[in-house]
């Protein structure tokens, strides 16, 4: 191969990878991150940390507010970050309602709670199970894995 096929070669790439960037963004754009807590300091961080991340974040203190907020948003949320312990509707209970009515959506949740207090129902029926603390890094990873799908296992961070 010679030196021009090479240079070529390079620039095609890039304009790929420029193309590929691009049409992230795009789709970042029309694509939502709805975060349902109830401890407003974390909801205010972690909807700090998303938009920081290039995300478009819906925030809710409770999950009827939640569940109102995915009703009206539509197919444009694609990821919910779930707390379990919630007043009014608990966890499990606005789980059930986003499968029911959004089954699309991917739902992490985000718990401080021990493991052996959370119902099984909710741990079997969110994609992703994360204990408080966690890496942002992380959250932003997963997100990005969940909004730009490839084969993503179901798992539990600690």
């Keep these: 191969m010679g030196f021009f096929q090479k240079l070529n070669d390079l620039f095609v790439d890039q304009e790929a990878e420029a193309e590929e960037v691009a049409r992230q963004e795009e ?3 029309h694509s939502k991150v709805l975060v349902i807590d109830d401890d407003t300091a974390f909801l205010e961080a972690a909807a700090t940390a ?4 290039g ?3 819906l925030k809710s203190s409770n999950g009827t507010k939640g ?8 197919s444009d949320v694609k990821v919910v970050l779930l ?8 966890g499990l209970a606005t789980l059930k309602f986003i499968r029911k009515f959004s089954p699309a959506i991917k739902v992490i949740a985000l718990t401080g709670m021990d493991v ?9 029926g969110v994609d992703l199970l994360m204990f408080k603390p966690f890496q942002g890094a992380q959250l932003v990873s997963q997100i990005r894995s969940y909004i730009f799908p490839a084969a993503t296992p179901k798992e539990t961070i600690a």
């Design 83 to 90: 707390d379990y312990d919630l007043p009014q509707l608990d």
């Design 116 to 124: 052996k207090f959370l119902p099984t129902a909710f741990r079997e």
């Design 67 to 74: 569940l109102n907020m995915i009703r009206y948003a539509g």
């Design 27 to 29: 789709f970042l754009e």
């Design 55 to 57: 995300f478009r974040v």
């Design 50 to 53: 998303l938009r920081d991340a």
